[in-house]
């Protein structure tokens, strides 16, 4: 009996060990899920910043056209002025 009973101690024990090794393993598959998740958010704010840049990128352009047809259009109207003076 008192065999029986230390083999059920030992398979106790055992049994014990796995569980804590189980529980570790399962608390870094979390913590690795719980990073994924992260870097998924950080991958979605950088694409939500990178189209914003676009935009702004693209406003940047237009407004420099824009500038360079009026400085276009004052060059002409300088040049005209002058040739009427002269």
Sequence with gaps: ???SLAQRM???????????DEI???GNET???EI????GKVGDAMSVLQSK???I???VGTSLDKQKE???GQSVALVVFLLNII
Excluded: T
């Design 57 to 59: 990128g693209n406003m």
């Design 24 to 26: 570790v393993k399962l």
């Design 53 to 55: 840049a676009d935009d």
């Design 31 to 33: 913590a690795e899920i």
């Design 10 to 20: 030992v398979l106790l024990q055992c049994s014990h060990e796995n569980l804590e």
């Design 36 to 39: 994924e998740i992260e870097i």
């Design 1 to 3: 009996m008192k065999d």
């Design 70 to 72: 009026l400085l276009d």
